[in-house]
């Protein structure tokens, strides 16, 4: 049994790069990843043994930090550092004029991820980013299949438009189509 | 436009891989006659892409010294502690550890989604256009190409067709204000002869093609406008959906000059 905790210890030194670049996403600070990193190790280790092998060890190690990220968000509420768990969605979603202006200033694709709501932004980096299927990443943040679909439509919409992502002839075939 | 309507979500699913059978088949049918639906596949495919790039980078980051000798001292007193006394501290263990939740075994699907195929994950990479074997046309990426006397129905405009009949890989030649230039020539399933070639022309799209000679003449088989670059011929996304393609047809390699000589003079 001593073995397999070594492993499993190697394997956390092993994931760290991994699990530190979902927390920095998810936080935008390095500072608090860190220390985010370090407290879902922590938790892992002392319920290692509730990791079934033969599941993701990656997507095991997703949901307990990102748990403990939404707790910690939940504590920090009348900090005003925080963000809304549920902010709108459409909050990155330029529109008229503003969206004609977003459009000129594009983002970087890293940017444009950043600013995408929370609920967006977590649900593209597990899927897109660290490659967890739609099901793995509905039980990575305990919603349903369906919800990680449309958010994670959304998010890819919103990032498309924010960083100029998208192909000429997707953009509007409403407006293509009263045009002809 | 296709007379089915798909939701982004479904599209989406597409292009990750993991929609089922019977909808990828669906989805696949109508993206052979719908460019937009394609364009709307493309954007899925291309934020995948670019997410996954734009975050590659902060896997070099080095993880600061601090954190990975903390994580293998927490590592090595968990090690002590189950060594110790496994049995009594697993009450304790679970207790603290409550929020952590087992996952299931995920269904075998769910760990190996299904990428559509190569071709069509090319095809929608770049604004394209297919041109069927029988009677093709053009559905330009912006939906106003106008290709005029160069396709009919397939064919290959006879200037063009007297090109590909006679000159070799490597030429460029002028017609008119335009540029063909001569990619390669091959063979595909059997012994049909097909070219591949770049057009360039003043105030219309470029487009890269590939046509095969039957007995009718020269056949377009695929052509796809290549994104405005200024200068120089088609960019390599464009020839990457050009490569998924020969393959799909199981082009061979491309004949030398001598080769080509004789394949091109064997039969008009």
Known sequence: ?180 | MSDMVFTDEILMAFADGELDDETTRRVEAALETDDELMARVAMFMETRAAANQALKPMLDEPVPDQLVENVRAMAAKATARNDGSRAADAANDSASADNIIAFRRPEPTAQTPRRPSQLMMALAASLLIVVGGVGGYFAGGAGTTDVGSLQVAGLVDPVVSGILDQRASGEEIAIGEGRVRLISTFEASGEQICREYEMKRPDQPDFVSVACRNAGGWQTQLAIVTPESGEGFAPASSLETVDAYLTSIGAGAPLEAEAEKKALAGRK
């Open chain 1, 1 to 180: 049994m001593t073995d397999q905790d070594i492993a499993f210890g190697e394997r956390l030194v092993a994931f760290l790069p991994n699990l530190r670049r979902f927390a920095i996403s998810l936080c935008r600070s390095r500072d608090i990843a860190d220390d985010l990193v370090q407290a879902a190790c922590e938790k892992a280790l002392l319920g290692s043994e509730r990791f079934e092998e033969g599941t993701r060890f990656d997507a095991w190690m997703f949901r307990i930090l990102r748990n403990l990220w939404i707790d910690q968000l939940r504590r920090q509420k009348t900090a005003g550092s925080s963000e809304e768990i549920d902010a709108q969605p459409e909050l990155a979603v330029p529109s008229g004029e503003a969206g004609s202006e977003a459009r000129m200033t594009l983002k970087s694709v890293a940017a444009a991820i950043d600013d995408l709501v929370l609920e967006q932004r977590e649900v593209l980096l597990l899927t897109c980013v660290e490659d967890l299927s739609y099901r793995e990443a509905a039980e990575v943040l305990g919603i349903p299949i369906g919800t990680v679909m449309s958010r994670l439509a959304r998010a890819r919409k919103n990032l498309a438009e924010a960083a100029g992502i998208e192909p000429e002839a997707a953009r509007s075939p409403d407006m293509r189509g009263g045009a002809r």
